[in-house]
């Protein structure tokens, strides 16, 4: 009979049931989320990334955007109240990988698609101090005279197609067209300035 005494002295059963414990309690939380339809439907007036804006998401990732700033609102009274409806899981079922995150040196940009003009986003972007002078953020002024990759925009979007994402023939025929003359930065900020929207529409 197994008992805790035995259970500690022997290293080799402890990390053994130790895994057992953690690998059920897992399935019990991670399972029943595969038939909640909040988490595997996507929220009403959600849309498909543009080329532009998953070209934009790509950039994103590439700079580690995200190592500073999260993509999760959190249902609390004071998150709620400073960045907007907090997030909900059907706002990013076309999002492989989704860019939740917890880090938060700067704001939180969940929400920040709408709020500010195409040209603040810019000049941010090439001096955050001119419109936030606390601000700690670097300069993106590469992002400005690099053109928009093309090259591999219509791979991304079959690819995301076989994953779910419901993407036509005829976007992805006229995806490389759709960033044609069109910077990094351009596509950075169509990125920006679509986070959060489907809520804000939905409200």
Not at 37 to 58: H, I, M, N
Not at 133 to 138: F, K, L, R, T
Request: hydrophobic residues 40%.
């Amino acid at each position: 009979m197994l008992t805790h005494d035995k259970i500690e002295r022997n290293q080799a059963l402890m990390i053994i049931l130790v895994i057992l414990v953690v690998a059920v309690g897992g399935l019990v939380e991670i399972v029943p989320l595969y038939f909640q339809r909040s988490v595997t439907e996507p929220v009403a007036g959600l849309k498909p990334y543009t080329p532009l804006q998953l070209t934009g998401r790509d950039i994103y990732v590439r700079e580690g955007c995200y190592n500073c700033h999260s993509q999760m609102v959190r249902p609390f009274r004071a998150e709620v109240e400073r960045y907007g409806h907090y997030s909900v899981a059907g706002e990013f079922v076309y999002d492989r990988p989704f860019q939740w995150g917890s880090k938060r040196t700067g704001p939180d940009l969940h929400r920040v698609g709408g709020r500010y003009s195409d040209d603040w986003h810019r000049l941010h972007l090439l001096d955050p101090r001119s419109v936030v002078p606390e601000s700690n953020m670097p300069s993106y002024p590469w992002l400005a005279r690099a053109a928009a990759n093309a090259e591999d925009i219509e791979a991304k979007m079959r690819t995301l197609r076989t994953l779910g994402v419901p993407y036509g023939d005829d976007e992805i025929a006229a995806s490389k067209a759709a960033l044609k003359a069109k910077t990094e930065m351009d596509a950075l900020i169509a990125y920006l300035q679509v986070l959060g929207t489907s809520i804000k529409q939905k409200q």
